[in-house]
């Protein structure tokens, strides 16, 4: 299934499945036909309809989502080979203290805040009839050291419009980790039909900024004293990339 591709549903068994699984990010069969209102032969009729449509995949009785949204790619960089790829369940905890690692060197505040809402759900992709979001990793030797998100909103009016997020640990600054996280997320909305990207930041956030400025973004608007950082009023930087 795209991630693009709004789910739908034939029965409320199905939908009752896959929104079970889509809310915690993997589920045991056994748990998800104690919550299916059918008997074991319909559920695995039901199953295999959800599997055959690219909705779920199962390896060794547990389920996940099946989102198609790219491969692996591989890199040579001056600290290893880089490898930038989907974000599975399994890297939940690296994701989460990647981003905190990077919220405690600079003042991001989306970032900060998708990390709670990570923590919250406890599921690293969304997809359902409300909202979608998307990760892509930047892994060394299995360690998380940097990441891409894309907010995807479903209602029609701003559906080619999407939310970017993007960091990397402090060590690994410097070795490209970064644009390749950034072009990844990019060309992923643009295959995928978004016309707009768009990532909201501190004014105090140089970093960011030129970094952004650095790879074609512009600043579409200012939000006067939208935070509160230390005490003080922080104006919000929107930038935007457009296709």
Partial sequence: MQATERPTFESEASKRIYEYVERHGTAKRNVLLDIAPVSSDEFQVELDRLKSRGYLEEDGGTLQLALKVGAIEEYESDVGVVTIRPARQQDFQGLVDTIRDVTAEETYVVAESIAEQLLYEETVTRHNQIKSRVFFIAAIDDEVV??????????????????????????????????????????????????????????????????????????????????????????????????
């Fill in 146 to 243: 940097g990441w891409t998100h894309l907010d995807l909103p479903q209602l029609a009016k701003v559906q080619e419009t999407a939310q970017q997020t993007v960091g990397v640990k402090e060590e690994y600054h410097g070795h490209g980790i970064g644009s390749q996280l950034l072009q990844r997320g990019l060309d992923w909305a643009e295959a995928n039909g978004y016309r707009k990207v768009y990532n909201s930041i501190p004014m105090t956030n140089d970093r960011a900024m030129e970094f952004l400025g650095a790879h074609g973004w512009e600043t579409e608007a200012i939000r006067r004293d939208h935070y509160t950082i230390d005490g003080e009023y922080v104006d919000e930087v929107m930038m935007a990339y457009r296709f």
